[in-house]
């Protein structure tokens, strides 16, 4: 069993950057892809970015270029750098495990408490 410990959500003014942190703790050895995803109550989660074990990321189109997704294997954590952030970028940010095959991310039933970024405008 794997748990996961999101940081690093706040408020910040629109323009402004945040890195989320997720760090696993428990069997690790079993983990591969890593993704963060967000959600405002009452809509569906909706992935962000994925990295696998090796490095290769995935982002949704609406963060490329703006987003970075990273992993550091040794602490068992991945980040997400957040730059130029926008109020449509408020949510709450979860990491999940799950696997990338065929170009896609599938999450399994693995979440954290997720953490919250508030941008203001």
């Known amino acids: 069993q794997v748990q996961l410990v999101e940081s690093g959500g706040g408020l910040v003014q629109a323009g402004g950057s945040l890195r989320l942190s997720c760090t696993a703790s428990?069997?690790?050895?079993?983990?591969?892809?890593i993704a963060w995803y967000r959600q405002v109550t009452g809509k569906q989660r909706e992935l962000v970015a994925a990295?696998?074990?090796?490095?290769?990321?995935k982002y949704a189109d609406s963060v490329k270029g703006q987003f970075t997704i990273s992993r550091d294997n040794a602490r068992n954590t991945v980040y997400l750098q957040m730059n130029s952030l926008k109020p449509e970028d408020t949510d709450v940010y979860y990491c999940?495990?799950?696997?990338?095959?065929?170009?896609?991310?599938?999450?399994?039933?693995?979440w954290g408490q997720g953490t919250q970024v508030t941008v203001s405008s």
């Open positions: 428990g069997s690790t050895s079993s983990i591969n892809d």
């Open positions: 999940n495990i799950g696997l990338i095959m065929g170009g896609n991310y599938y999450p399994n039933n693995n």
């Open positions: 990295i696998s074990r090796a490095g290769i990321t």
